[in-house]
Structures are given as structure tokens and as C-alpha cells.
């Protein structure tokens, strides 16, 4: 089973959407652009049968599904590297 950061952590933890941009970047992601300028959409590393892995996030930390989608990216982010997402 995959480690997953809960909602718990990402609070005690918090994430700046700057931040997780910032590493999206210097991994080699792309942004997408995306037609709700709510989200921002990055396109990386290509799955098993060879499409691009999309992640999205929110614009901003101040919406109310802001931390499921933090978590949700960090949790993709840390099972495409195999690490845990601590």
C-alpha cells in the first residue's frame, strides 16, 4: 500500500501553492493552460502506456478544495518518485 499524506499533516504542514509550482518546475513539469483560472494544470513524466500525467492544482491556497488538491498532488507526486510523501 502506497503512503499517503493525510489531511491532518497537509494542516500541520501547510503547503504554499508557490512552492509545490516552484518544484513542479525544477522537475521538468509543464503548465497546461486550462480555461478556469482557478486551477492551475501541469502535464509531467508520461504514465504506463505512454500519456502525460496531469496534475492540477488550485490558484490559490484560499479556496475551499485548496488542501484536497495539495493533498492529492503531493500523494501523485510522492507515488511517481517512489518516496513517501512525508
Given amino acids: 500500500m502506497t503512503q499517503q499524506i493525510s489531511r491532518e499533516e497537509l494542516q500541520t504542514h501547510p503547503f504554499k501553492i508557490t512552492d509545490v509550482v516552484s518544484y513542479l ?3 521538468g513539469w509543464q503548465a497546461v493552460n486550462h480555461p478556469n483560472p482557478r486551477l ?3 502535464q509531467g513524466e508520461k504514465d ?3 500519456n502525460p500525467i496531469q496534475l492540477v492544482l488550485p490558484s490559490q491556497n484560499s479556496f475551499e478544495d485548496s488542501d484536497r488538491l ?4 503531493i500523494n501523485l507526486l510522492a507515488a511517481i518518485k517512489g518516496k513517501s510523501p512525508q
Fill in 70 to 73: 495539495l493533498k492529492k498532488a
Fill in 25 to 27: 518546475h525544477q522537475q
Fill in 40 to 42: 492551475l494544470v501541469f
Fill in 48 to 50: 504506463d502506456v505512454g
